[in-house]
């Protein structure tokens, strides 16, 4: 069964507290990308990754890291110099050119 | 920078009609408009991408179609039903990172 999942369903961060989301597919992507949903907005880019090992800032990198160490994963850690991180994170993948497949999506609500 | 945009930012339609979402873009330097659904509080789905040469694609009860030279892409839904009922995103894909700009969405409510 392929596809994307992505964890927790929620997430509750403390102040001053990192975060990591999770995110995983076994599509045999080379392309995955994180972007960030705030109400009634669309998705912005956060983080993009066209290969293992290399990652590129989206257009709201600030306050935000990533890895990619394999092909699989691309997890995304909310640090504490993201000042306003409540948002719905959403986690996709593709070949390239074509459309991108998203995982379900991780509710990050502050304390 | 590219920006999307989409009209209108909400929509209520009795069951049956025949709908058209909006959607326009300030670069028209594209590879290809997508559309999605997105049910409250979950992931995306993909309905129809557009390749930049394309001038429209038709899935089941779903026709999109682009126009590249005038930023503009009409998502058109036939015979509404309420499981329709979902916020309808637009995004294009233009750069050389191939980057997805994405609209804001238009909440679509389809009433029984």
Known sequence: DGGITQSPKYLFRKEGQNVTLSCEQNLNHDAMYWYRQDPGQGLRLIYYSQIVNDFQKGDIAEGYSVSREKKESFPLTVTSAQKNPTAFYLCASSTGLETQYFGPGTRLLVL | ?112
């Open chain 2, 1 to 112: 920078k590219q920006e999307v945009t989409q009209i209108p930012a909400a929509l209520s339609v009795p069951e049956g009609e025949n709908l058209v979402l909006n959607c326009s873009f300030t670069d028209s330097a594209i590879y290809n408009l997508q559309w999605f659904r997105q049910d409250p509080g979950k992931g995306l789905t993909s309905l129809l991408l557009i390749q930049s040469s394309q001038r429209e694609q038709t899935s089941g009860r779903l026709n999109a179609s682009l126009d590249k030279s005038s930023g503009r892409s009409t998502l058109y839904i036939a015979a509404s039903q309420p499981g329709d009922s979902a916020t309808y995103l637009c995004a294009v894909m233009s750069g050389s990172a191939r980057q997805l700009t994405f609209g804001s969405g238009t909440q679509l409510t389809v009433l029984p």
